[in-house]
């Protein structure tokens, strides 16, 4: 019997799914939570503008403590202790562009439904994990384009008019290059609430600052949304295409060689941190790769440290911050 042909594109796809890590699929069905979505966007675009003090102080008193944050650190126009916060505001929320992406995003979003599922699915790995750790007040608002997410304690603030799909013509408007684009999608909004979470939760803390530090500190980040995501595939969770992560895997040992032989992985110099694990077109020194490779292979020395330590924890990992014992550990060669 003549074994069955794959068409080819199951056949491209296939070493992909295959790597992935099932161990982090766990059962959450006992985990008792429900996030709430704080519609800020659909309350603000819907005042009534002739009693607009009384409106703010219905709004300041309801969204408390995020109205501040909103008001203060995404929209930038003060409090309302000053007497030109009403002008401001009416002054954006009647901004057409600013309405028009307001509408925009009812478009995408409709209801909160889509986000309401994903971020409980997230949190609920999250207690499983971390059953001490606290889950944050959800937020939606419209930033003019500012801040994608925004994080504070016990608070997840999202910019539903960062996340209109990487067509939308305010992303050409406003001239965002097209690696950044390709990322304001809404399948993005959970993995970048979580990788906000992580940095306020778990941040850097080693008192050396290098290439192989940051590499690793960000490999433990994406191990962490693996965990908190384990559906979503792994170019998903780094924010690479296929053909980026197929790059990374059929590159991982001339990578890691280049490092070593151009002495890169202590380097301090913050050109080099930035030139391996910051966002961009490309890696440079690599052709055709994609920005952020450092990153990848720090995931990967992180993953292997697991294989040599299965018994430590997720909390474990992410509170060590000694990043080069865990590079000994690993005992990583690709």
């Not at 930038?76 to 028009?100: M, Q």
């Not at 949304?225 to 895997?249: G, Q, T, V, W």
Request: aromatic share 16%; hydrophobic share 35%.
């Amino acid at each position: 019997m003549r074994k069955p042909i794959l068409p080819a594109f199951l056949i491209f796809l296939l070493p992909f799914f295959a790597c992935q890590n099932n161990e982090l699929r766990i059962d959450t069905s006992d985990i008792n939570l429900d996030i709430e979505i704080n519609r800020i966007d659909n309350d603000l675009f819907n005042i009534d503008t002739t009693n607009v003090w009384e409106e703010i102080h219905r709004l300041s008193t309801k969204y408390d403590p995020f109205w501040d944050l909103y008001t203060y650190r995404i929209l930038n126009i003060g409090g309302t202790n000053d007497r030109l916060f009403a002008d401001r505001l009416l002054e954006f929320i009647n901004d057409p562009v600013i309405l028009e992406s307001y509408s925009e995003s009812q478009n995408v979003f409709g209801t909160s439904q889509y986000l309401k599922e994903e971020l409980t699915s997230a949190f609920k790995h999250y207690l499983y994990y971390f059953p001490e750790k606290k889950i944050p007040e959800v937020y939606t608002y419209i930033g003019g384009f500012n801040q994608s997410v925004v994080t504070d304690e016990n608070l997840l603030g999202i910019g539903l008019d960062k996340y209109l799909g990487d067509k939308s013509k305010f992303y050409y408007q406003l001239q965002f290059p097209n690696f950044a684009r390709k990322k304001l999608i809404k399948e993005n909004i959970a993995i970048d609430c979580m990788r906000a979470w992580a940095t306020m939760e778990f941040p850097y803390n080693d008192s050396i600052d290098n290439v192989l530090n940051t590499m690793i500190y960000f490999g433990r980040q994406l191990h962490f949304l693996k965990a908190m995501l384990p559906e979503k595939h792994d170019s998903a969770i780094i924010r690479f295409s296929y053909n980026d992560l197929k790059y990374c895997i059929n590159n991982e040992k001339e990578m890691y060689a280049y490092l070593i032989e151009h002495k890169f992985l202590y380097s301090s110099k913050f050109k080099d941190i930035k030139r391996f694990t910051n966002d961009g077109p490309f890696t440079s020194g690599f052709k055709n790769s994609p920005a952020r490779v450092g990153n990848w292979i720090g995931w990967q020395i992180v993953r292997n440290y697991l294989k040599h330590n299965s018994d430590e924890k997720l909390d474990e990992l992410m509170q060590n911050g000694d990043y080069q014992e865990i590079f000994i550990a690993s005992k990583y060669n690709p």
